[in-house]
């Protein structure tokens, strides 16, 4: 791989981070959201599920526009629409209002993952995808985390929710930056559909286990509820029922996010070593002790502790499932990036707002518990999902 195309990786890993800068900002701003509207858990979630939908259910539609004719001309101006359609957030008056800008948000995000994912793909040779799809998470999850940290800085400032105006600037950086690469996103993305055409016309054609994609996209769709979740009711049960700071409370959701960073590019690392089974299986396994202790510890250290290794564990498998499902499927990779990165962490949206429904009926306290058994679940149904032999253990 040439230091150009893994440079073009970088910019779109970048993007990729200013365009999920908002999905780490929102939770810190639901609270504060929840206050001026006076919302109910259930309406909370509904704000999540908007989101989650409009940004990563509908994706697959946006992969499979893009199987069949390649946009990376778009990526640059979706990374900069997030960021501005997040700048409106803190200015609008109604909660009608705020769910439209949501809306709006999501869908600029929803056209920029599968584009930019399939592209990662096509610029990395066989010994470096999972690796360069671990940068390109990795921009991602680092997004979640500046973001969450960037707006627990402004919301502290004089001005309070109308600094999300701030979060425009980051959206017309990287659309300069992106553009530097334009030409390196066509190129690859010309030769892959010339490779696609030359395959289709020879009549080559990939056996794909339906059963075994499902179960993939169930397992995403388990771990995305759980990883939601906790950053969504995360600073409303420590605010609530553990009587934090609201500050220290907001800081857990970064520390949460930050240790998902580093989950998410060791966990592509070691897959090409360990195979994807032992990434996926051995992720879920680790993560059932620190989302266990969540509700179970007091001091400061060691919640601090626990909600770092939950967001290690959680989503360290990350890389290893958007590659997996695109080895699946090699003939749409589009599409792939489309259900794992999309629709099946979409609909992890859906599972939040059950989640937000049992809180209203339950509380927060059981809401924490169950996490625990989605998250054994979860563990569960790894064990039947198939391995491309491309992408078993290595020695």
Not at 96 to 108: C, D, E, H, R, Y
Not at 277 to 298: E, N
């Amino acid at each position: 791989m040439n230091r150009t195309s893994f440079m073009a990786v970088i910019s779109l890993a970048i993007g990729h981070l200013v365009t999920d800068l908002q999905a780490g900002a929102l939770p810190i701003v639901l609270p504060h959201l929840k206050e001026l509207f006076s919302l109910s858990y259930a309406q909370m979630a509904a704000i999540v599920l908007t989101q989650n939908v409009t940004s990563s259910v509908i994706q697959p539609v946006f992969g499979y526009v893009t199987d069949k004719r390649s946009l990376p001309t778009l990526l640059p101006y979706c990374a900069a629409l997030a960021g501005a359609g997040f700048a409106a957030i803190g200015w609008v008056t109604s909660y009608a209002l705020l769910l439209l800008t949501v809306i709006i948000i999501g869908v600029s995000s929803a056209s920029y993952h599968p584009q930019a994912s399939k592209t990662v793909n096509f610029l990395s040779d066989e010994n470096s995808k999972a690796q360069n799809m671990g940068l390109f998470s990795l921009g991602g999850n680092a997004g979640m985390a500046a973001g969450s940290m960037m707006m627990t800085f402004l919301i502290g400032l004089t001005g309070g929710l109308h600094n999300t105006m701030y979060f425009v600037i980051p959206g017309i950086l990287v659309f300069g930056y992106m553009m530097h690469y334009m030409s390196e996103y066509k190129r690859v993305n010309i030769e892959h559909s010339l490779k696609r055409a030359a395959a289709k016309a020879q009549g080559v054609a990939t056996k794909l286990s339906y059963f075994g994609l499902t179960l993939l996209l169930f397992f995403i769709f388990m771990r995305s509820t759980i990883h939601t979740g906790i950053s969504t009711y995360l600073p409303s049960f420590f605010m609530k029922f553990r009587d934090a700071d609201p500050v220290f409370a907001s800081l857990l959701v970064t520390v949460f996010l930050l240790g998902g960073v580093a989950g998410t590019y060791i966990g592509a690392v070691l897959s090409d070593k360990l195979g994807a089974r032992a990434i996926i299986l051995g992720s879920m396994v680790l993560s059932i002790p620190p989302i266990w202790a969540l509700d179970k510890v007091y001091t400061e250290f060691a919640i601090v502790a626990a909600v770092a290794l939950a967001g290690f564990f959680i989503i360290g498998s990350n890389a290893t499932t958007i590659v997996l499902a695109q080895t699946m499927l090699p003939n749409n990779v589009g599409m792939a990036a489309g259900l794992t990165i999309g629709f099946s962490v979409g609909l992890g949206g859906l599972g939040v707002t059950i989640l937000g429904v049992a809180a209203d009926n339950f509380g927060l306290p059981f809401v924490m518990q169950l996490l625990t058994w989605l998250s054994i679940g979860a563990t569960l149904m790894t064990v039947k999902i198939p391995i491309p032999e491309s992408l078993r253990k290595k020695f």
